[in-house]
């Protein structure tokens, strides 16, 4: 009789730790709300509207420079956006801690930190190509704008922009362009910026924190 209702008690209590622990986390109730897809999302469309802004410049003049159509930083933060989308694919394999694995949070912790300054670079760039734009002072020569900061300097540096037939385009939309790739590409800097230490911290979070001392009666974790 005394072993019944011991029994059934055990068989009680351990139906009551069994409530009491906390529900296992649905992995797939928001998958877009995860780490690396809405990461991969954004750097994706912030790396194609840059792409997207640097084309429409570079059909303005063939004689704008690369660091003024700066399509390689879109190329490159579409890159990223690939790489993140492969972890997140990884991430749902049951075995975490493989070495594909490790190597490729690995690459798009340090693409995502190329990609930081690469679009820091970008901005400031774009700032100063904004600036001298806005102060142009261009007039029309054949088939071609040639523009000066200053026209009263004699020796003042002058811009020739091949193949434009109207001086309005590099006055008025060339540096509406650099402005935008100016927001875009702070963007894209915040977004690299968060992924990296996402990473960072989703890897290394854990060493020095602490000790952990575990109580074989009360199945508890206490940091020292």
């Not at 986390?25 to 954004?42: N, S, T």
């Not at 670079?121 to 100063?128: D, K, M, R």
């Not at 927001?183 to 911290?201: E, H, P, S, T, Y």
Request: include cysteine.
């Amino acid at each position: 009789m005394g072993q019944g209702q011991k029994g059934s008690s055990d068989k009680k209590e351990g139906e009551k730790k069994r409530d009491d622990s906390p529900a296992p986390e649905d992995g797939h109730k928001c998958r877009v709300c995860r780490f690396p897809l809405l990461v991969a999302l954004l750097q994706l469309l912030l790396g194609v509207a840059v792409m997207a802004v640097a084309f429409l410049m570079l059909a303005i003049s063939p004689s704008l420079l690369a660091r003024e159509t700066p399509h390689w930083a879109g190329i490159i933060l579409c890159l990223v956006s690939i790489l993140g989308f492969i972890l997140y694919c990884i991430t749902y394999i049951p075995d975490e801690r493989t070495s594909m694995q490790f190597v490729i949070k690995l690459l798009y912790f340090i693409l995502c930190t190329i990609g930081l300054v690469i679009s820091v670079l970008v901005v400031a760039f774009a700032g100063h190509h904004y600036s001298q734009a806005s102060s142009f002072t261009c007039k029309q020569e054949g088939e071609d704008c040639v523009c000066t900061v200053n026209r009263d300097d004699p020796i003042a540096r002058t811009f020739t922009y091949e193949g434009v037939t109207d001086c309005e385009v590099i006055t008025g939309t060339l540096p509406l362009y650099f402005l935008l790739q100016i927001v875009l590409n702070l963007a894209q800097a915040l977004v690299c910026a968060v992924g990296a230490f996402i990473m960072w911290k989703h890897r290394y979070q854990v060493f020095f924190a602490g000790l952990q001392i575990g109580s074989p009666y009360t199945q508890q974790w206490q940091k020292v």
